[in-house]
């Protein structure tokens, strides 16, 4: 019997596009849109933000000296987070009617300059009971460590647990935890998947 329902963030509540912020970043620059990501991922620097390895003024420091970029922390953060859009990909009406009778726990790699930004942007968050952060736990999925926290934030084993997530590898990474894993597709898909488990408010009963 499912007894907590865990979320993934990113392109599964929140949906986000990397592009927004290379487009700002390639005017400061000069640097195509195109060539920013293949710039920035064999630094490492992003996986060390969000494993917190690295504090965000030093990540925001050594990335800038790589793209030559010019601007306060403050306005790099402003770019860095303007990837997220604003409309969410599932409801907070599904949300609230998840936690009034199931525990509700988010697990996201991420990093603290995008969240605090999304916990001031989306005040849905305030439904769930745990969040599971890469920064703050000093794991990322698909690591068996952070599925482990996330179990523990939700109070019942693994199998009691009912996990989505929109990348196949983070889903298998849970399923080999015991966890019951499914891939985000759409929020329709994913309220069927609920109501072959759970009942939430007067539409899931």
Known sequence: ????????LGRVIVPFDFR???DRISALTGIPATEIPARIRPSGLVERLESGQIAPREFVRQISELLNLHCSYEEF???????????TLISEDLLRGI????????LSNTNQIHF???????????????LVLSHEVGAMKPSPAIYQKAVE????????????????????????????????QS???IERELRQRIAWGPAGT
Not at 116 to 128: Q, S, T, V
């Open 20 to 22: 927004r912020g290379y």
């Open 187 to 189: 929020a329709e898909q």
């Open 153 to 184: 934030a939700a109070g019942c084993l693994p199998g009691e647990c009912f996990f989505t997530d929109d990348i196949p590898e983070y889903v298998e990474g849970a399923r080999r935890y015991g966890i019951d894993a499914v891939q985000f």
């Open 1 to 8: 019997m499912i007894k907590a329902v865990i979320f993934d």
């Open 77 to 87: 953060c402003d770019i860095w987070s303007s990837i997220f859009l604003p409309h």
């Open 116 to 130: 605090d930004m999304i916990r001031a942007a989306y005040p849905l968050l305030k439904h769930f009971h745990a």
């Open 99 to 106: 936690a009034a009778n199931y525990r509700l726990v988010l």
